[in-house]
């Protein structure tokens, strides 16, 4: 789950981050409220789920409060395009409205689970201001890490290794384990993804000032977080996501192609995504049903697929385990059933009840193209797709 940057700001400051004054202006009229009381020149930055805003036009500057308004009034209610957003952008419905700093330096700091280590990993580089993948590719050197343990913490020597790293001076090495320890203490006790200043500024006065921030959290600790949850705002969401999160399909991602997906298990609903991809074709979506044993989510997805007018074929690859392959094929003719499949479904199944499964799916007299492997899925999945659109 993603928060907006004011969000985050004010998650920082909960943890002794400093960041800069301001506030969210969800009119022109606020944004130049605001910039009266601060009373100083103002940013004006749209609140939005991604990054690229200064390019796309979504940050600006304004030296008196007219501008402010005026700012916010060519931002608000508009579309925002940047190059994670895609085309057709996303809404703006509100802006941070915040005094400028002095900027001396850019720096970038962040921490994460490493998915390797299974520890939470401390990042932080003097190249700050633009994307961490860029740094990596061109400038691996300047990337400093600190891994740790959550049953010792962070320790001060660890935030000095880091602030030795981005060339800060004396006294500023002093400041800067503090700052990464608020970080570190947010991420364990929010249930952070990754918390992330880019940029973390160094001002001409010398202060450490996150200038811009990222707070991404777990979904799957969002049940004892329901302080986070109500920071969620589903306008920025997509809303086939939105809906699938609805009727219980949390592992839904929607994607560019015609080809929806039906598959037990993240890996493998990885693996179908690639091996459509080499057949020639193109994933409507990401979407692991899990471990499931009721037909409930087998008929939701189904709903899915209907809502999306991209789709032209559907495969349904199940590899059943801990999951039953025969209550997949019940949630399939419990589908059709219950609403007008219109576009051809291939199915591969094998696991577990997997002949009582063929059984009451040959039994049904649902028209479906039957798949005998993997590739073989794939591979009619494409030609049906492409039949469809003929």
Avoid at 48 to 67: D, S
Avoid at 243 to 268: F, H, K, P, T
Wanted: one cysteine or more.
């Amino acid at each position: 789950m993603k928060v907006h940057e004011y969000q985050a700001k004010a998650l920082l400051a909960q943890f002794g981050i400093p960041v800069p004054r301001g506030k969210v202006a969800y009119t022109p009229a606020e944004a130049r409220g605001i910039a009266a009381e601060l009373g100083c020149k103002v940013v004006i930055k749209a609140q939005v789920y991604a990054g690229g805003r200064g390019k796309a036009g979504g940050i600006k500057l304004a030296n008196t409060p007219e501008e402010a308004e005026k700012a916010a009034r060519d931002l608000i209610g508009t579309r925002l395009v940047t190059h994670q957003t895609g085309p057709e952008g996303v809404p703006v419905s509100k802006v941070l409205v915040e005094e400028a700093s002095d900027v001396e330096r850019e720096l970038y700091l962040s921490i994460l689970i490493d998915s390797t280590t299974k520890l939470p990993l401390m990042m932080a580089s003097e190249a700050g201001g633009v994307e961490i993948e860029q740094v990596a590719e061109t400038t691996p050197e300047k990337i400093f890490k600190a891994y740790i343990y959550p049953g010792i913490g962070f320790e001060p020597f660890q935030g000095r290794k880091l602030a030795y790293g981005m060339n800060l001076s004396v006294n500023q090495v002093r400041e800067a384990p503090k700052l990464m320890e608020g970080l570190y203490e947010l991420l364990m006790t929010k249930d952070c993804s990754l918390a992330e200043i880019n940029p973390l500024a160094v001002t001409v006065d010398g202060r450490l000032l996150a200038l811009d921030a990222k707070v991404n959290f777990d979904d799957n600790a969002l049940f004892r977080r329901k302080d986070i949850q109500e920071l969620r705002d589903v306008e920025q969401e997509d809303p086939l996501e939105v809906q699938a999160r609805e009727w219980g399909i949390s592992n839904y991602v929607r994607m560019d192609g015609n080809i929806g997906c039906m598959v037990n298990g993240a890996g493998l609903a990885m693996a179908v995504n690639d091996l459509i991809q080499y057949c020639g074709g193109s994933a409507a979506n990401f979407l692991d049903i899990g471990t499931l044993n009721t037909t409930d989510r087998v008929v939701n997805s189904f709903k899915m697929f209907k809502a999306d007018s991209r789709v032209k074929a559907v495969l349904i690859n199940i590899f059943g385990g801990m999951a039953r392959v025969d209550v997949i094929a019940k949630g399939i003719v419990e589908a059709y059933q219950q609403m007008d499949i219109d576009f051809p479904v291939v199915v591969r199944l094998a696991g577990t009840n997997v002949d009582e499964g063929n059984r009451i799916l040959a039994e049904s007299g649902i028209d479906l193209i039957e798949a005998k492997d993997f590739y073989d899925g794939a591979y009619k999945a494409v030609e049906a797709a492409k039949g469809a659109t003929k």
